[in-house]
Every structure is written in structure tokens, then in C-alpha cells.
């Protein structure tokens, strides 16, 4: 190989100009100093827990907006600062944040907020073993040792209730009738409002003494918020000036979500990075959506429950044989005889013609309703990832291995 070519890649990366000044600040877990077109919410919160201040029980709250609309981290940010206000009036709060997505059950959950305390309570609730009731007894005591005030975010609590139920709402939302010292406030988050129709009406009135809305960001607004950042994340001038425009455009148009916008900003600067390029574009922006949307794609497929994989499979076979679009009788068959193959009770064909319209829905393959004249009308099925994608995907995947050993010929032996 040419000598001058290893020089130039290694001068490539050494003589580019460095893209990040400090890439943590553009990921999920920074809390920046302040939140751009947030400050109705703030102030809503700040007026909600204001009573703390004075020695009162401040009102449960539930919040709720679509994914990526700050309310995490605005949450985040009026506690901290009330907690850091608490101390100039010398009143005790605690803030104990409890993300319901990775604690899901009761038991976890009750076991979690016991634990905050066990430096003082010298108490530590095992992950499993006790009995819920004794659980929830102890974190009576823990908490009513003296007098505080005690703030318990449930963040993705619309998880935690489709998960386990609302008993513990209903416990938590009621626990202050049973305290002599200390004092209890709920703030729950949510960005599935439908959740609510799971919830006990007593339950839900008690959790929504207040409500605070988080409405989705326009272009405008992530304009700002990705302008904010990009000063502290990225070295002078090397962000050309469509980009944060144009980040900010694409993910309005998801939904107004600042996570996504984000995303693509720092990818976009990861891509040109590895390129060596010198500025960022909007080549690079467009790149980086089409990185984003695959990786979300995989992690979609990779989540899907054991049927739909089994079916999504026999789908990819069909492609691959060069019978798509197939309808749902097709597809079916196909299905059921990989089901057979790898001992799992297959499901109705009503129940996966269900599933085909959640693949549908998902983006994964498409689903078109055909009519066929006086016939009635069918589906026509095709797929909108590639077959090798899959196949990587599943080879990864212990239950499924045995399926990918199934090709289309053997296929229709089997059938
Ligand atoms: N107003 C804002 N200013 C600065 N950064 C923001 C703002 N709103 C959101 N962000 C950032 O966007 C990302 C997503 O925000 P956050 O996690 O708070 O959203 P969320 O509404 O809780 O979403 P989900 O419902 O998916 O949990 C975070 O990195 C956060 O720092």
C-alpha cells in the first residue's frame, strides 16, 4: 500500500479542525442551566410547591406531554432549586426521583423510596423477599421519623400502573392521613395521557389535585434550545448555518420532541467528525437522520414480542423468495409452520392479522388494503426494512436462532 495514503488518513484526523468542544453537554443526562421556553411550567411548578416554604402540604401533581418535552428535566430543575431554596428557610425537603420504566413494581418502588433513607434509617429493603405490606410499614416509619417534607417523583408512571396496578397511588396519595411528622406530595409524570383511563376515579382525583402541561416545541423553540447547547458543545464556527436550523425543522416535524433535535445534532457532529471534515453540514444532518431513524428501527424489531418476530420473519422469507406482496392468508401460512418448527403454539389468523397491522403501524413492513372488485378486499404485505436487517437482528437473539436456520425452501417442505 501506497505510504503517502497511511500518511494522509492519520493527517486527515490529526490536521481537522476538532468539532466538539464538550460533546456531554448535547446528551440526555446533561441538565443545562436554564430551559428555554419553559418558563410557564416552571412557574407553574415553582407556585404549586411554594407551600413547602411556608410549612404546607403541597398539592400532588401530574404532568404530562409528549416524549422529549422537558419534563423530565424541568422537574429536575424546580426541585433542585427547591430544594436549594429549603435550606435558606431551614425547612427539610426530600426529592426522591423514581423513574417507573426501570422500577416497575410496587414492591420496587416502595422499596426504593425506604432506601433513600437508609443512611439515617439504618433500613434497607432487600430487591426481593418481603412481604409489599411490610414494605410499605417501613417506609411509614422511615419517612414519619421526623418533621419533613417528602416529594416522590414518579417519572413514567403510566408504566409502573400498566404494569402493577394503582393500589400504590392509592396508598401513596393517601399515606398523609397516616404520618404524625412528616408530610407527603406526589408529582407524577406521564406522556401517555390515555394512562388516565387505567386509574381508580378517587386515585386520579388525588394524583391531579394540579395539572401542568408540557406542549410540544415548534421549530423555533428548538431552534433555541439547540442554540443554547451547540455554544457550549461545539468549537467556534464549525457548525455551518443550516444546521441548527434544519435539526430543529426535522424534529418538529416528529412531533415537537427537543431529544430527537439534540440527537441529531450530536450525531451530525459525530459524522463529520469521523469523516474529518472540518464543519458540519447538512449533508451530515441528513445523514444522521437516516442513522437515528435505522438505529430506532432495530431497536423497534429487536423489542417486538416473540409472535411478531416469528411472524416478521416469515415475512422477510417471502421477500426473500420474491412472493410480496403476499396477502394474509399467505403470510399465515408461513407463520404457523415456523411456529410449528420451533414448538411455539401458533395464534389465530384473526389474532395475526392484529399483529400485521401493528408491523404496520410501527413502520416495519406495509400493509395496504386492496379491493378486488366484486372478490372483497385484501391486504397486500410488503416489507420496509431490508431481510438482512432482520436476520442480524435476530442472530442475536437466543429463541430465535433455530427460526433463521429455516429458509424458504425448506419452508415449503415444512408446509
Ligand atoms: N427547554 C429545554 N431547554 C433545554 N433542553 C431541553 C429543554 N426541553 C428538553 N430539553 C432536553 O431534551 C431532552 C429531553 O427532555 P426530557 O427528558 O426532559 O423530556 P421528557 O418530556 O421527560 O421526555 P419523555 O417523556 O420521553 O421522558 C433532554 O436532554 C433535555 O435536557
Not at 419534563?71 to 426530600?94: A, C, G, M, R, W
Not at 450525531?267 to 438505529?295: F, L, M, N, P, Y
Request: net charge negative; hydrophobic share 40%; glycine share 4%.
Amino acid at each position: 500500500m501506497d505510504d503517502n495514503y497511511l500518511d494522509s488518513i492519520f493527517e486527515k484526523y490529526l490536521h481537522a479542525k476538532k468539532i466538539f468542544k464538550n460533546k456531554e453537554v448535547l446528551r440526555h443526562s446533561y441538565t443545562p442551566k436554564e430551559l428555554p421556553h419553559r418558563r410557564e411550567q416552571i412557574e407553574n411548578l415553582a407556585h404549586i410547591l411554594v407551600p413547602v416554604l411556608r410549612g404546607e402540604t403541597p398539592s400532588n401533581v401530574f404532568v404530562y406531554g409528549k416524549t422529549g418535552t422537558g419534563k423530565t428535566v424541568t422537574i429536575k430543575f424546580v426541585t433542585e432549586e427547591l430544594k436549594k431554596i429549603s435550606q435558606k428557610y431551614n425547612v427539610p425537603v426530600d426529592v426522591i426521583y423514581v423513574n417507573c420504566e426501570i422500577v416497575d413494581t410496587q414492591y420496587r418502588v416502595l422499596a426504593n423510596i425506604v432506601n433513600y433513607f437508609k443512611l439515617e434509617s439504618g433500613v434497607e429493603v432487600p430487591l426481593v423477599g418481603w412481604p409489599t405490606d411490610e414494605v410499605y410499614a417501613k417506609l411509614k416509619e422511615v419517612i414519619d421519623a421526623k418533621e419533613r417534607f417528602v416529594i416522590i417523583v414518579l417519572d413514567e408512571i403510566d408504566k409502573l400502573i400498566k404494569k402493577s396496578g394503582d393500589d400504590i397511588l392509592y396508598s401513596l396519595t393517601r399515606i398523609n392521613t397516616e404520618l404524625h411528622l412528616a408530610k407527603v406530595s406526589i408529582i407524577g409524570i406521564s406522556n401517555d395521557l390515555k394512562f388516565k383511563e387505567y386509574l381508580d376515579a378517587r386515585v386520579l382525583s388525588s394524583l391531579s389535585e394540579e395539572e401542568v402541561v408540557f406542549p410540544p416545541y415548534d421549530a423555533n423553540q428548538l431552534r433555541d434550545i439547540l442554540m443554547q447547547r451547540a455554544e457550549s458543545a461545539f468549537n467556534e464556527g464549525v457548525l455551518d448555518d443550516g444546521v441548527v436550523p434544519l435539526c430543529a425543522a426535522l424534529a418538529a416535524r416528529e412531533h415537537g420532541d427537543a431529544r430527537r433535535a439534540l440527537d441529531l445534532l450530536r450525531v451530525a457532529g459525530e459524522i463529520a467528525e469521523r469523516e474529518g471534515a472540518s464543519k458540519v453540514t447538512e449533508r451530515h444532518v441528513w445523514k444522521a437522520q437516516e442513522k437515528i431513524e435505522q438505529d430506532t428501527m432495530e431497536e423497534v424489531i429487536k423489542t417486538l414480542p416473540l409472535h411478531s418476530k416469528v411472524l416478521l420473519y416469515a415475512i422477510v422469507l417471502l421477500d426473500e423468495n420474491g412472493e410480496l406482496p403476499a396477502n394474509t392468508g399467505d403470510v399465515y401460512s408461513v407463520y404457523k409452520s415456523l411456529c410449528d418448527h420451533i414448538d411455539l403454539e401458533p395464534l389465530t389468523q384473526r389474532r395475526v392479522s392484529d399483529l400485521i397491522n401493528e408491523l404496520d403501524m410501527l413502520g416495519i413492513i406495509n400493509a395496504k388494503v386492496v379491493s378486488k372488485g366484486r372478490y372483497g378486499r385484501t391486504k397486500e404485505i410488503r416489507l420496509n426494512v431490508t431481510p438482512y436487517k432482520v436476520k442480524n437482528i435476530y442472530r442475536h437473539d437466543h429463541q430465535l436462532q433455530t427460526v433463521l436456520t429455516v429458509s424458504m425452501s425448506r419452508q415449503r417442505r415444512l408446509l
